[in-house]
């Protein structure tokens, strides 16, 4: 079935760096794809929705200058921390929208856990 | 605004046991649910879905029926296996389609043999 590849699974960075997380679509095209934040026992809450070859669409009370979110291909969308604080620490996971055969399915990333020191 | 809440865990069972997880949702219209899986170290996969009042969703031997009266959606097993140790999320879209999904915090559920 159709994957969702997610990197990195985890990642550990200094305070004022900046991490960037890839979210790819294996085997179909994805013109959509989202990317959410959990906090722990917390829902996971949207963040912003990425349209390829579009600006992302961000959900209120979202920085998109914090967040960059890049949908280049329909294969790949990035997002990328930006000047990570502790506060970012979180765990970020994408979803890709397949609408081919078989009518529109949703399928997600296995995740990112960042921690910023 | 659209919200899902469900049982906290962990949820620790004997395998073979029956298990409920409880889901409750506010949303406007007629929203579609769903419950995702989230095995250890992979990304959520769709379990089970209903679009309508009174449905019910099944796969793997997991139920849900779409109760608009109560506005629940409970997940439900007759007998469980230590395979299905994972995180369960109850989800629910308002529009009809997948622009957005609102979750809720996940349960995690533990069978031991």
């Known amino acids: 079935g159709a994957v969702v590849s997610q990197h990195p699974s985890r990642v550990i960075c200094k305070s004022g760096t900046s991490v960037k997380i890839e979210c790819r679509s294996l085997?179909?095209?994805?013109?959509?794809m989202f990317w959410y934040r959990q906090f722990p026992k917390k829902s996971l809450m949207l963040m912003a929705t990425?349209?390829?070859?579009?600006?992302?669409?961000?959900e209120q009370g979202v920085e998109k200058d914090k967040f960059l979110i890049n949908h280049a291909s329909l294969t790949l969308s990035t997002l990328t921390v930006t000047s990570a604080h502790p506060e970012d620490s979180s765990f970020y996971i994408c979803?890709?929208?397949?609408?081919?055969?078989?009518?529109?399915?949703?399928?997600f990333g296995s995740g990112t856990q960042l921690s910023v020191l | 605004g659209d919200s899902v809440t469900q049982m906290e865990g962990p949820v620790t069972l004997s395998e073979e046991a029956f298990l409920t997880i409880n889901c409750t949702y506010t949303?406007?219209?007629?929203?579609?649910l769903f419950w995702y899986v989230q095995y250890p170290g992979e990304g959520l996969q769709l379990l089970l879905k209903?679009?309508?009042?009174?449905d019910k969703g099944s796969n793997k031997g997991f139920e849900a029926t779409y109760r608009k009266e109560t506005t629940s959606f409970h997940l439900e097993k007759g007998s469980v296996q230590v395979s299905d140790s994972a995180v369960y999320f109850c989800?629910?879209?308002?529009?009809?389609?997948?622009?957005?999904?609102?979750f809720g915090t996940g349960t995690k559920l533990q069978v031991i043999p």
């Open positions: 990425s349209n390829e070859g579009s600006k992302a669409t961000y």
């Open positions: 989800a629910l879209t308002s529009s009809g389609g997948y622009q957005k999904v609102t």
């Open positions: 085997d179909f095209q994805a013109t959509t």
């Open positions: 949303a406007t219209g007629y929203p579609s």
């Open positions: 979803s890709a929208r397949d609408t081919g055969d078989g009518g529109e399915k949703l399928f």
């Open positions: 209903a679009t309508k009042a009174d």
